[in-house]
């Protein structure tokens, strides 16, 4: 494939030409991945009782699901960027199928391992190469389409739960194979979306193939500097939501003795407020600047976090609120904001930058695994009320957006 393709996706096509209906496809694929990849976590503690697990075995089966995505991601992206494929999509969620149906009818748990590991590198292809599909069917409002996409897997990560809660807890850990139905039905749908990009963007005449990707707007130091700082960003918003993805359900049951059905009921809330708050970053961003968007998500949940291991029931669902819908905005505009940083760059940017939240996210819930079995669960949202406040490095990130917005 020649370079002028693989720049193709940074160019900026007139805002009336953004394909909603391509966004709708790839935001309800996000949605139906992201469900099932949630299951696994909310049925942490039916796999904790049939297999007699510890927090560490529990973190490492998140770790392990994550170390595949965020390993494989960048070298996905790296390798689009140059190689198209316009089918992968498929091809990925149809690992996430194989994956669903072992964990359903794993005997013991290093198969639960190998399944995590499955739908880990089902979402090594899926996420790269959806980023890219959106900012190709933005019309030139990446932030929009970045919060489209992202707002379906936010969406489906909410849902996992009260699927969990209605369906698997009630029948079992077999029950899990039902949702296999939902993975095939996000690879027929994935198939048309394959079949789109290839008829629109690679199967079409090349155009301006001799055109050199645009240079960066920064110099090259600034560029490593603030890839650093994004870094540093995304460690804190990632460590603090595996305290929440993985242990929250475990925090509830074992401080306010709520039963699982009604601290999955609890997590929902949580996800809910993500989903939602989704959906509010990329536009603004959009609007108003992406580092200012970065500022605000990560520094200004500071205040709830630092409370929430403190106060009761109603207060600790309320604060869990508001820092979810808060920091959820954090990643778009992050993404969007270092696809801009390296232009021409967008499948490899966009799988370092989900490999690096998949990687934060399975180390967190290791580490925060064995410092629960060392200190105890509420230790540790004592600890995590911290790292919000590493969002103030935003301060350091260069304005790459001036005379852009709109």
């Known amino acids: 494939m020649t370079e002028g393709l ?15 209906r391509i966004l709708g496809a790839i935001s309800f694929s996000h949605f ?9 976590v909310a049925i942490y503690p039916l796999l904790k009782g049939s297999f007699h697990l510890s927090f560490v075995q529990i973190g490492l ?19 689009t960027d140059r190689h198209p494929q316009a089918h992968s999509l498929s091809f990925g969620m149809s690992l996430t199928l194989i994956g ?16 995590a590991a499955l739908i880990g590198c089902g979402s090594a292809i899926f996420h790269p190469e959806s980023s890219r599909i959106a900012r190709l069917a933005s019309g030139g409002r990446h932030g929009l389409a970045q919060s489209i996409f992202q707002v379906g897997g936010n969406t489906g990560s909410a849902t996992g739960p009260l699927l969990a809660a209605w369906i698997i807890l009630p029948h079992g850990r077999s029950s899990v194979a039902w949702f296999a139905a939902a993975a095939l039905l996000a690879v027929l749908v994935l198939w048309n979306v394959g079949a789109w990009y290839h008829r629109a963007h690679l199967a079409a005449p090349v155009r301006d193939a001799r055109r050199r990707p645009a240079a960066s707007p920064v110099p090259r130091a600034t560029v490593v500097r603030t890839l650093a700082i994004l870094m540093v960003l995304l460690f804190s918003k990632y460590f603090y939501l595996a305290s929440i993805g993985s242990y929250y359900v475990f925090y509830l049951m074992a401080k306010f003795r709520l039963s699982m059905a009604h601290a999955q009921i609890c997590l929902f809330v949580f996800l809910f407020a993500v989903a939602l708050g989704t959906m509010f970053g990329g536009p603004i961003g959009d609007r108003i600047g992406r580092k200012r968007v970065i500022w605000a ?5 500071a ?5 929430l291991p ?16 808060i920091l959820a905005s954090a ?14 760059k967008v499948g490899t940017v966009s799988g370092l930058f989900f490999g690096l939240a998949f990687g934060f996210g399975g180390i967190g819930a290791a580490v925060l695994g064995a410092l629960a079995d060392w200190r105890g669960i509420e230790f540790v949202y004592r600890v995590c009320a911290f790292l919000p406040l590493l969002g103030a490095t935003a301060a350091f990130l260069p304005d790459i957006e001036r005379g852009r917005r709109v």
């Not at 139906?32 to 696994?40: E, R």
């Not at 089966?61 to 390798?79: D, R």
């Not at 990643?331 to 021409?344: D, M, N, R, T």
């Open 6 to 20: 693989a720049t193709q996706p940074t160019t900026a096509a007139p805002a009336d030409a953004t394909r909603f």
């Open 32 to 40: 139906l991945n992201d469900m099932i990849q949630s299951l696994i």
């Open 61 to 79: 089966i998140t770790f392990t699901y994550q170390l595949c995505a965020s390993m494989l991601q960048p070298l996905v992206g790296a390798y």
């Open 100 to 115: 669903m149906i072992t964990l359903a009818f794993a005997p013991n748990y290093l198969t639960v391992l190998l399944a």
């Open 297 to 301: 998500s990560i520094l200004g949940i």
């Open 303 to 307: 205040p709830f976090t630092l409370v």
């Open 310 to 325: 403190y106060v009761g029931l109603g207060w600790t669902i309320a604060l869990s609120f508001l820092v979810g819908l």
């Open 331 to 344: 990643f778009s505009a992050i993404l969007v904001y270092a696809q801009e940083l390296l232009p021409g």
